[in-house]
């Protein structure tokens, strides 16, 4: 499986490496970008970035999609992740998510990375609808998905915990562009 490497004006998508879980290790565990995902614990772990890159790595060998590591064009230095995540079972539908270092949060990034992976998601993929499922209290991300055109869908569950799903379809967004 060869996964596509998207770039933008600032930013690199692309495939996970194995070298990637300090950098992982250093986004999972910080309490507050930790704090509206998952079970709102930070896993600041060497052997749980690992896990979570062998994870989507398994995930786009399974599904033919998945998360990207996203590097800073300028430092090259990895900032974030951002991707399509839709494992066979109790999920959402096609999810769109985006996670960022705190000192990369308030310049547009997650904004950036979001439509790149969105375009991929509707022009390569296919995909006929896109979702992201946000926790209530994260007013950033919800900011992020309307800006990406994204609109409030319905109240949903994942992992057991409410959050708000917002989401486009193929349609929406081919008219939004």
Known sequence: MIIPTLTTDRLILRAYREDDAPAIAALHGDPEVMRFLSNGEPQPSLADAWDHIAKH???????????????????????????????????????????????????GYATEAGAAAMRWGFETLGANEIVSAIHPDNAASIRVAERLGETYLREGKLNGKPCK?????????????
Request: hydrophobic share 40%; charged share 25%.
């Open 57 to 107: 790595l398994g995930h786009w060998v399974l599904k033919g999609y998945g998360k990207w590591a996203v590097d800073e064009r300028a430092t090259g230095r990895l900032i974030g992740r951002v991707g399509l995540y839709d494992p066979p079972y109790d999920w959402v539908g096609l999810e769109l998510g985006w996670t960022f270092l705190r000192d990369a949060w308030g310049k």
């Open 165 to 177: 799903i917002y989401g486009m379809t193929a349609a929406e967004w081919r008219r939004l562009r």
